[in-house]
């Protein structure tokens, strides 16, 4: 059964121009009603998803870092009398880094948060007024050092690949972030996702993204620079030291079940996705009106559970083990690989194979949805 709880605050000070996540600005927001559907919406997961003690728990948003500590310290005391705690459990909240949110980080840190991921993006005043970002470089280099002082482990991200920037500057940047000592980097391309700002603005020629070349070769920079810094690649977009992975995440990869609790929160338990009803109102109505917010319970198939644990596990450098999935599944190997293909792109040093465990290099990672195309069968993704 689930072992990671993930826990949605959809609200934010203001909507960033780049983000499709479900996130929604409201004048103000009535603390104690949501506490109470969230507690609402967690007994519920905790009656059908209960057996383990929690390994993970994941406050993301939206902006979790405006959410009181009062309400963080009540939700988590509550996922512990739910499902208990594992001694070594991972509680990782993200949060904007300007300096109102960086005030809470003692409290938070108090309430039982132990890892922080900021939201800095760039390290420069001009690109993060692109960004449509609410804080000075300054001001986010400011709470990324208090959130050092309070939490034992801190992950920042960073958008690059981003229009004018050069191959230089990207170097230049990364360089000043691998250097402020963290020991996890999410380092994103700047992708134009649909119905966001940014698509209307290309749409309208306001500004071009970099050409595919461009960044490709700040990704192949990206992981020379990280992997000789100590933060090896463990994912496309993800870099740490040993031992320092985002141990929430990679439930995700691995295909693990997980509760999701919150407006537009999904989740995978027993063989079957949730969903939750994404509007803030709507989703408080449904808890209202049900005792929880699901809006969709679908039962998984075998061939959907296996093509997806295919498309993520190949994300991940470590891999995946075939012939494990194959038993858990129930299915072939060949029916999971295309064994013709998967030979071939190993050869071309874009695959690797070594003890039943199979992966992409990271040569093989910047094409790597191409690869995926190939190696995993369209008959099983369609399915």
């Known amino acids: ?207 071009t993204p970099l050409d595919d070349d461009a960044c490709a070769d700040m990704f192949v920079l990206t992981r020379a620079m990280t992997e000789a810094a100590g933060l090896p690649a463990y994912e496309v977009s993800n870099h740490a030291r040993p031992g320092e992975q985002s141990r929430h995440n990679l439930a995700y990869w691995h295909y693990d079940d997980y509760c999701g609790i919150g407006p537009g929160a999904h989740g995978r338990r027993a063989g079957q996705a949730t969903v939750r009803h994404r509007k803030p109102e709507n989703w408080l109505d449904a808890v209202d009106r049900q005792g929880h917010g699901i809006s969709e319970v679908r039962a998984l198939g075998s061939a959907e559970q296996a093509s997806e644990a295919m498309l993520m596990g190949l994300r991940l450098a470590e891999g995946i083990d075939l012939a494990a999935l194959s038993a858990r599944f129930g299915m072939a190997c060949d029916d999971l690989c295309d064994a013709a293909k998967l030979e071939f792109y190993t050869a071309q040093g874009l695959c690797w194979q070594a003890g039943g465990r199979i992966g992409v290099t990271s040569a093989g990672m910047v094409l790597l949805d191409a690869l995926l195309a190939e190696l995993v069968p369209a008959a099983l993704v369609n399915a």
């Open 1 to 207: 059964m689930a072992r990671a709880l993930y826990i949605h605050w959809p609200f934010c000070l203001s909507k960033c121009p780049y983000c499709d996540f479900n996130s929604h600005v409201r004048d103000s927001v009535d603390v104690a009603m949501w506490q109470r559907a969230l507690l609402a919406d967690m007994a519920e997961e905790a009656e059908l998803a209960r057996g383990e003690k929690l390994t993970s728990i994941f406050f993301g948003g939206g902006t979790p870092s405006l959410m009181p500590p009062a309400l963080v310290e009540s939700l988590l005391g509550e996922a512990e009398r739910l499902w208990g705690f594992a001694s070594d459990i991972e509680i990782t909240l993200e949060g904007n880094p300007t300096s109102v949110e960086a005030g809470n980080y003692a409290a938070l840190a108090s309430a039982g948060i132990n890892r922080v991921s900021l939201g800095l993006q760039a390290l420069d005043d001009q690109t993060l007024h692109f960004l449509g970002r609410q804080h000075s470089s300054a001001e986010g280099l400011a709470a990324l050092d208090v959130a050092q002082q309070h939490f034992a482990r801190v992950n920042f991200d960073l958008i690059y690949a981003r229009p004018g920037q050069s191959l230089a500057d990207w170097e230049a940047e990364l360089a000043r972030a691998l250097a402020l000592g963290t020991g996890h980097l999410s380092l994103y391309q700047l992708t134009i996702e649909p119905g966001t700002r940014f698509a209307t603005e290309v749409r309208e020629g306001r500004f």
